[in-house]
């Protein structure tokens, strides 16, 4: 099993298409949508957490691309300036994964990166902006 994080960017004309179906149903791909900017008539973004074989995932890609989908694989997650840090725990608040939290016996922030899935809730409500959201495809810092 393979799990990668992809962004897909719809044309308007896929808008009443049932892509996100077609790809659990006929690739056996396990998704898990992370974020979604999706509106009638209008182009559409998706972020989401895709497993399944390397094969499967493969013809996945294939078909998107045929479909006239963009499709790209990312890494993303978010940076922590532990110098501009105040250790104030607005983030871990907002923090669904826990990725962020605060060490019980110094109040310090501690940052997870392997449990982050990007959702860029800690970016916002950082008040010294700490925390910033990036985005990487094939090395190459896409956002951030």
């Given at each position: 099993?393979?799990?990668?994080?992809?962004f897909?960017?719809?044309?308007q004309?896929h808008f009443?298409?049932p892509?996100?179906y077609?790809l659990?149903?006929?690739?056996?791909l396990?998704i898990?949508?992370?974020?979604?900017?999706?509106a009638?008539?209008?182009?559409?973004?998706l972020?989401?957490?895709?497993?399944?074989?390397?094969?499967?995932i493969?013809?996945?890609i294939?078909?998107?691309?045929?479909?006239?989908i963009?499709f790209r694989?990312?890494?993303s997650?978010?940076?922590?300036d532990?110098e501009?840090?105040?250790?104030c725990g607005?983030?871990t608040?907002v923090?669904?994964?826990g990725?962020l939290?605060l060490?019980r016996?110094?109040w310090s922030?501690?940052?997870a990166?392997?449990?982050?899935?990007?959702?860029?809730?800690?970016?916002?409500?950082?008040?010294?902006?700490?925390?910033?959201a990036?985005?990487h495809?094939n090395g190459?810092?896409l956002?951030?």
């Amino acid at each position: 099993m393979q799990k990668i994080k992809a962004f897909l960017r719809f044309p308007q004309e896929h808008f009443s298409k049932p892509i996100t179906y077609r790809l659990v149903k006929e690739y056996n791909l396990m998704i898990n949508i992370l974020r979604a900017e999706v509106a009638a008539n209008k182009a559409g973004e998706l972020i989401m957490d895709i497993e399944g074989s390397e094969q499967d995932i493969a013809k996945a890609i294939d078909f998107t691309a045929h479909e006239g989908i963009e499709f790209r694989i990312l890494k993303s997650g978010i940076t922590l300036d532990e110098e501009r840090c105040v250790h104030c725990g607005a983030c871990t608040s907002v923090c669904p994964s826990g990725a962020l939290t605060l060490r019980r016996d110094d109040w310090s922030l501690v940052f997870a990166p392997e449990k982050c899935f990007a959702c860029e809730l800690c970016v916002k409500s950082c008040p010294v902006r700490a925390i910033a959201a990036v985005m990487h495809l094939n090395g190459t810092v896409l956002a951030g």
